[in-house]
């Protein structure tokens, strides 16, 4: 009778091991692969509030909900208040590429937003979460 090698059984336990890390540390990679803008730089509303023209010319993400619509004009779009996280609002420009958009107050959104040379916020994207 043939004797059994010890070691194909450390060899699957080894795989199995090995297996397991992969998809563990997959999972720690990829947690925030469905995030919108991920490489876009965060806004911080204090440094927006603070001093907006020092933001000119950047792009940023901001994750807020529609707080209300503050004016509306047909050839430059909607004006909106979004509540972001800490409490405090934005003013943002919804540009009329977004028309077809339906902004209700109380919806959740993510911006992808760029500080015009006035230090208006204006949409460059978003998308519904």
Known sequence: MARRDKSSHIHWIVLAAVVFVAVLGSSFLFRDGNKPYRATPELNPKDYHTN???????????????????AWSPTLGRLISIKVDEGAA????????????????????????????NGILITRDLKKT
């Open 52 to 70: 907006a023209n020092s933001l000119r010319g950047n792009v940023y993400r901001i994750q807020g909900e529609v707080d209300s619509s503050l």
């Open 90 to 117: 934005l003013p943002v420009l919804v540009t009329q590429k977004f028309n077809g958009v339906n902004l209700q107050k109380g919806q959740k959104f993510i911006f992808m937003l760029e500080v015009d040379q």
